[in-house]
């Protein structure tokens, strides 16, 4: 499959995805509720021939579908993520969010345009595909469980033969018209920490009958701290957050309790199993020496994704060789945010493209998840190219 043709195909198709955009922009749907989303995309595949199965069916939320090519070849997927935030959109786009409390401040529009173009484009082209693509718009990735309820709801049976595994995501960082991915360590484990310290509550003006769970949270957090510190290598990845602090009622009141929550991200598994008991032995033994008591909750979540040599070479070719040396870069450093299609990597390797879209306007450097972010729809059309560019290279089987 020659790139002059994916070029001139995706080039045919770009006003129609930038049109379409915004019609998902403007209805944004929080993650494992994209009923509206998912009715829209499918919509667009039947207009061009595409006739795409639901993966959560009996909701009715998430699409599936391969495009088969003619010729022999290898089986990869392609996936989007099509879930919105809990943002409320503070942009002047002329089609932001009309829904309260909902955007789509990750860009999740964007990745399912790129994908759903990808996809219009393979199919165009099938009679020059080798092997087959297997496309995922996927359902609740901002959750971290999204991934995994696809996997139980069988999207992965009988994939048996799967080379590898592709997410395509817009980024801020990103100048427009780049294609960037890390080798080894990309994205990491991420894992949720549940504390309760245990005190004994009373009058705030007699402290020394009570005990308090404040100063021993306060503790605890600098506690932990500590343990990331000088109990761990620096070089090996370690992100301990503590995000929520809830205790008291009353200005005058020494709560019994206090509650918190955070996030722990690493990438060494034999780090990982040894956290909990880690975590568990500083928070306990710093209430104790407070005189108060703690619970200690620690619930693994999605894994890390770490992209294997081979496959990120085969991605680094295929961009540099059909769309330009210059195009494609590696990330020198890896992220502590975390990725929910690093489930798949029980099924093939996985490697997360990103797609660039910062351009000249200020609001396109913003963070993700920023409530004020926009995105230079131009990234759709190089997001496309690229995906079918990876499909059309990676499908290939040595002669």
Known sequence: MQQKDIDAAAASLREELITFRPTLNRYPEIGLHEIETTQRIKEKLLAHGIEPDYIIKDEKIGLTFSIEGELPGNRIALRADIDALPVSEQTDEPFRSERD?????????????????????????????????????????????????????????????????????????????????????????????????????????????TVDPIIASAAVVGALQ?????????????????????????????????????????????????????????????????????????????????????MFEDARKAISDRLGADRFFEYETPSLGSEDFAWFSQFAPVMQVSVGSRSERPETALPLHNERVIFNEDCILTGMRAACAIAAETTLRPA
């Open 101 to 209: 409390g909902l955007m789509h401040a990750c860009g999740h529009d964007l990745n399912t345009a790129i994908v759903l173009g990808a996809a219009i484009v393979l199919n165009r082209l099938r009679d020059r595909l080798c092997g087959s693509v297997k496309f995922i718009f996927q359902s609740g990735e901002e959750t971290l469980v999204g991934a995994k309820r696809a996997i139980e709801a069988g999207l992965m049976d009988g994939e048996t033969d799967m080379k590898y595994m592709f997410a395509f995501h817009v980024k801020t960082d990103v100048p427009l018209g780049k294609i960037g991915a890390k080798c080894g360590n990309a994205l990491a484990a991420s894992d949720t920490l549940r504390i309760r310290v245990i005190g004994k509550g009373g009058h705030a003006a007699h402290p020394y009958k």
């Open 226 to 310: 500590d343990m990331v510190a000088r109990e761990h290598h620096p070089a090996d990845p370690l992100v301990l957050s503590i995000c929520t602090i809830h205790g008291g009622t009353v200005f005058n009141v020494t709560p019994s309790e206090v509650t918190m929550t955070g996030t722990v991200r690493s990438f060494n598994p034999e780090l990982r199993d040894r956290l909990p008991g880690m975590i568990e032995r500083v928070v306990r033994h710093t209430a104790m020496a407070h005189n108060a008591d703690a619970e200690v909750i620690y619930e693994k979540g999605v894994p890390a994704l770490v992209v294997p040599r081979a």
